[in-house]
């Protein structure tokens, strides 16, 4: 966007430019093929053009009174300023001829009136459409800035609410799992289990909500978050995390896949066998793909909360992120268990630099 600073600039630059080349083009076109010697056509040039230079600085500055009437009244005074700045103009070069000729004052006949008016007029009106015309372009350039900014900030405000919106349900769990170990007198698993997470509430402090990470770093908190599952669980969970070669340092938006784990471990524990997690990354062509499986009890499509908050929460950050770059799939296992399958456009952490 241009800014104010920069539009002023744009403005002098334009004026220097438009004038410059005004007396050029009027030098090669009119003054050079014309009867006029050298020594009188040059000076009244250089009047001329400060003229017409000075004229429109003073019509600029009544154009910024008149936009704040009416509409009707805004354009009456347009046309107004513009007729008398033409016969100012006019006048002020017929007298300026006149002195190089050594001449006071001599009454213009009615054919060089309306030849030089039209010509003055005409240049004015040109000047006036291309300063509004330039004008009308940069402003709106900077509306429609402005409505991206505000867009973005939107954008950027719902996604820090998704992320901070699945904290304290993990907290809640988190702390509660410790008080249990604690009332066992299982002080070992309490404090280890106290240390991860403290781990992963400072990792989700200083880690920017809107930043990517890559998979290394994803699947570095994603464990950490496993082996605090682990304290609860204990033997009663597996979880095996996979990434294919070369999509380490592949680029995902931050503690994506947690909430995730974590609605598998909620929703899908069955207490008659042990639960069991995998976590894949792969490439596949131009997407990375997440796959995040469970042997639990799968999802239930009759209930209207099928999934949880956490993938509702998940879906709607990949969406904001992405803007329609990404799926999100996920159903059931044919012998048991539920599946979720994510592809992200490759982003590598290199480029990003």
Partial sequence: MIKLDSKTQLFWLCQYCGWAAYALLTELMIKLPGPEPMAIHLPHLLLDTCCG???????????????QRSTALS????????LAASLLWTQFKWVTLQWSYGSWWQTMSWFDFGTWTSASF?????WTAGYYGIKIYLDNAEQRHKAAEAIN???ESQLKMLRYQLNPHFMFNSINAICTLILKQDNSHAVVMLEKLCDLLRYGLYTDPLAKITVQEEM?????YVDIEQCRFQNQLQVKIDCQPGCEQLLIPSLLLQPLVEN???HGTNTDSKMAVTVSFSRQQQYLQIMIRDNGSGFQHTSSSAGGIGMKNCMERLQLIYSGNSTFSYGNQPHGGAWICINLPCEHAEDSR
């Fill in 122 to 126: 005409t240049m004015l009106a040109t």
């Fill in 153 to 155: 900030l939107a954008k």
């Fill in 75 to 82: 354009i009456t005074a347009h046309i107004c300023y513009l």
């Fill in 264 to 266: 598998a471990l909620k």
């Fill in 220 to 224: 570095t908190i994603l464990q950490t």
């Fill in 53 to 67: 230079f000075f004229i429109t600085l003073w019509l600029r500055y009544l154009y910024a009174k008149a936009r």
